[in-house]
């Protein structure tokens, strides 16, 4: 082959720096197995067969598990009925497809004390899981958390009794972007401990219920209350009695609109009796403020922590930097941005406007090598896989911040989500020309493409089928590229699924050809010959398709065109000798005229050895005592053979890695004791050539295949050729004492 704002309610995350977590490991191998851990209910749902008690928190790890590797549905919900030995504290079930039935049966016999149910898809709605969770006593008196972001409000079948103040112990409670009036706000306003508040993207018009709540309610969100209707005085009236309140967000995600501060903004600023206990206030979105505005504010608020200033105007001056105590999210520094990014991931315009900020900044500013921003980028594009503006901005400062050396030295585990990430933004937006190119961009990495664990082949794929839909001769460059070096670190099996694509094979060629009717000789024709060279590997199908499509008519154009060339004609002789190597195809391969010509390749003083090498491996599988019958003239192939004997015992090898094998197996019949000599010669110095490339790596192979006996009956066999005795006696010198020293 050729060579500290919202964050998920219950996400254990691990160290990206570090290795993985035995427990995570564990529950990962369970999610990915759990059909055979399981016998199946009458109603299609899994129960584990046999299951001992797991601690509390590793119960809660193993459906977070199933979350993030999207596993998670009513199917495999199932598991959690046996509360005997799955008991749940803290779930998180945001995004996932699960109706309201699954929910009851599962999760509310358990004394839950934190839920996040948020964009839950299908039609389960906030009734449906009020019901549920209210028809257990225990989850009644032990919830304190819940958060139903982005859900239907009712369903058809709503019970008008349900209510929320009858979860007596919440004290935290997200019902952003549901259609919550008023009547349901003075519902929740009436719990007794509630001390955190997200009304955001609600009905709601009058915020007087929230009076009830002066003595306890710490936090208030309260973004996107389109609906409001209330003076601005009213506004502030019940703002200044909310005497324990120490985080307010007002902030606004309309910045296509005019968006000038409202009164009741600017006058929080200009009144500091309002509010002292305030620790965070969040305005973004609101332009038309400046520095000078802040500073009474913060000087008779000492124990302010953070400020939402992006898209304001505001944040220039060093003491609204975000470098000490208090925190800024803004535009006008790093510091501010990953306080944006960090607190808006949930909020795409705004999510936006930080990412398009920083895009700006690291294309004007060197910031070194930044993994905490790139991890930043990828979780808003995790978020928001299907907002065309995020990807579009996001891929691109992904580019900026791993572009050169800066990915080398960064949590390869990292990279690896970040690239995952990639193939799923080009996979979403496949006619997106540009998203397509910014993330080929960032895939066009050396130390990305060899070192970083993630799918090569879905990624190879992805980028093929990208390939196949534009000619934009810039991306058709970037694509060949990462296809060539990403089929060259894929698995015999792995090659074998992706070159039966016949799309592919096709693409690559029709490049080939492209390429070569304008006698380019540049880095698109060469990373597309070496793509067609791996994907055809020992892979018989590939090599069937590549005849199919007139591949040996063009591939012995190139032959005579590029003679000059070497690289070329390596890369082209490298995919001929793939073909050989399939015995029901070598009758297409007998051609007087194209054998000659690569016999005149095999033994001429002018070409490199390379050249010469995949000559003769072309010949030696068709000359060889296996396979069809030799059907054109005799003395040819004697003179083949001849040739070949001759040719091989002169070669020297070059200084250079000049090949890589995944497996020695197309080898193996070359050796037989009743090839001719020649033929044999061939396989020997092929197995000579890496061996001594990499004795280590090549021994193991040898061994683990069986290599070693046929090497062993070429040296006992007294009728072998000499020069092969001696060959193969030199590769087992070699070999043996490294297999000794490892055992």
Known sequence: MDEDGPQSLCGPGEDEDGPPSLSGLCLECVCRNLQALCSVRSDGSLQLSSCPAFPQELSDLLIHTLVQQGLLNDRTLGVFRATECLRLKRVSIRSCRL??????????????????????????????????????????????????????LLSSSSDPSLRFSSLRALRSLGVAWTQLDDSGLEDICSLP??????????????????????????????????????????????LSNLEQLRQLDISNDRLDTESESPAVVLQLLERPQILPALESLDVSGWSGLSDAAWKPFLEVRRGMRFLGLLATGAGASDF????????????????????????????????????????????????????DVLKLVCAGMQTHSRSVGVQLVSTACVFNLTNLELAVGMPLRLLGNVVQQLITTMKNFPNHEQIQKNCLLALCSDHILQTVPFNRYEAAKQVMTCLSLYEDQTLQRMSVAVVSLLVSKLSVEEIGQLGAEEFIIKQLLSIVQQRASMGAVDSTLKFALSA?????????????????????????????????????????????????????????????????????????????????????????NLTSSRGPEWRLDAELRNTILNKLHSSVISWTPPDHEMVSYRSFQPFYPLLDCSQPSGVQLWALWGIQLVVRQSVSDYSTLLENEGGLHKLRDLTSDPSIHTDVHSLALNILRVVEPQLQNCS
């Open 320 to 371: 609204l930097s975000g470098e000490g105590n208090l925190k800024v999210a803004g535009e006008f520094n790093l510091t501010q941005l990953c306080e944006a990014l960090r607190r808006y991931r949930e909020r795409e315009v705004l999510l936006q406007r930080a990412l398009l900020h920083l895009h700006n900044l690291t294309n004007q500013l060197d910031i070194g090598s930044q993994p």
């Open 532 to 620: 067609l060279w791996n994907l055809t590997d020992e892979t018989p199908k590939a090599c069937r398709i590549f005849l199919q499509n007139q591949g040996l008519e063009l591939y012995t154009e190139l032959l005579e065109t590029y003679f000059f060339d070497s690289s070329v004609q390596q890369k082209v002789l490298g995919l001929l000798n793939n073909v050989a190597e399939v015995e029901d195809l070598h009758e297409r391969l007998m051609e007087e005229d194209l054998l000659k010509y690569i016999l005149a390749l095999l033994h001429s003083p002018v070409v490199e050895v390379g050249v010469s090498y995949f000559a003769g491996g072309i010949l030696a």
């Open 99 to 152: 109706s309201a039935d699954a929910f009851r049966r599962a999760l509310c016999s358990h004394r839950l004390k934190e839920l996040d149910a948020s964009r839950l898809r299908g039609d389960i709605t906030v009734s449906d899981i009020l019901q549920g969770l209210l028809s257990n006593q225990q989850c009644r008196q032990s919830l304190q958390r819940l958060t139903l972001t982005g859900l239907d």
């Open 193 to 238: 401990v509630l001390d955190s508040l997200d009304i955001s993207g609600t009905a709601v018009t009058d915020l007087t219920p929230l009076l009830n709540l002066k003595t306890h309610l710490c936090s208030l969100t309260a973004h996107g209350l389109h609906h409001l209707d209330m003076s601005t005085a009213s506004l502030l009236s019940i």
